[in-house]
């Protein structure tokens, strides 16, 4: 039997998926704090990935950038960005869930 999106249960209908077919409602506080830091945390990193890697192209093309610039002007405050933004989303879906309840 193929499983598809309207298929019933016993409970009724499946939940529809949030982006990517994720649920990403339903977690409690410390999971969208946590939720949150691991999206910036991740972002950070592939952030920082693309940033060295743009300095070194820019590098090769006879320019002199200090590879920490990449860090600290490009990674950091971008990540921060994202890790509020996240907060923000992770956190109403939290709230949502608890005035709901």
Known sequence: MRSGPHEQTETGLLRK???FGLQL???GLFT???MATIVGVIFFFLLTFFAITGIGIYNI???SLNYADS???ISFPAACVVMALSLI????LWL???LSA
């Not at 989303?89 to 109403?92: D, T």
């Open 25 to 27: 409602d339903g977690f």
């Open 61 to 63: 093309m006879g320019h």
């Open 96 to 98: 949502r869930r608890k």
């Open 71 to 73: 860090y600290k002007l």
């Open 32 to 34: 969208s704090l946590l």
């Open 17 to 19: 998926g949030g982006p």
């Open 89 to 92: 989303y992770f956190g109403s």
